[in-house]
């Protein structure tokens, strides 16, 4: 039991360091697991280890979480440079693909260069 709590205290470490980053990776359930260096012994024992797959499933980073906060990067920096901020180069710059946009980014997309949101 006390390495179960072990792990989740690290987990906890390892995600609060990471959120500090904005230039960082997608924090999916595969990243977070890889920053342990015994991650293939963990994922074995995930179904052992309740309170650490709860953890593990409410703090990943889905997709589009992921994408709406590489614009929002990107705004920023684009205001930091003293660049326009226009749709086209928000989607360039994030790197994303016209044709898989949501309702949600595309409106994210809106407010960044309506300057609604930053």
Request: aromatic letters at 6%; proline letters at 2%.
């Amino acid at each position: 039991m006390g390495a179960v709590l072990e792990a989740l205290r690290q987990l906890k470490q390892i995600h609060s360091a990471l959120l500090k980053k904005s230039n960082r990776p997608r924090l999916s359930h595969t990243f977070l697991l890889k920053q342990f260096s015994n991650n293939s012994t963990i994922q074995k024992h995930l179904a052992d280890m309740p309170k650490f797959s709860e953890y593990l499933l409410t703090h990943q980073e889905n997709v589009e979480s992921y994408q709406i906060r590489r614009l929002r990067n990107i705004a920023a920096q684009l205001c930091r440079s003293g660049n326009q901020i226009k749709k086209w180069k928000l989607i360039r710059l994030a790197g994303l693909r016209k044709k898989h946009l949501t309702e949600k980014i595309r409106d994210v997309i809106y407010q960044l260069e309506e300057g609604i949101e930053s």
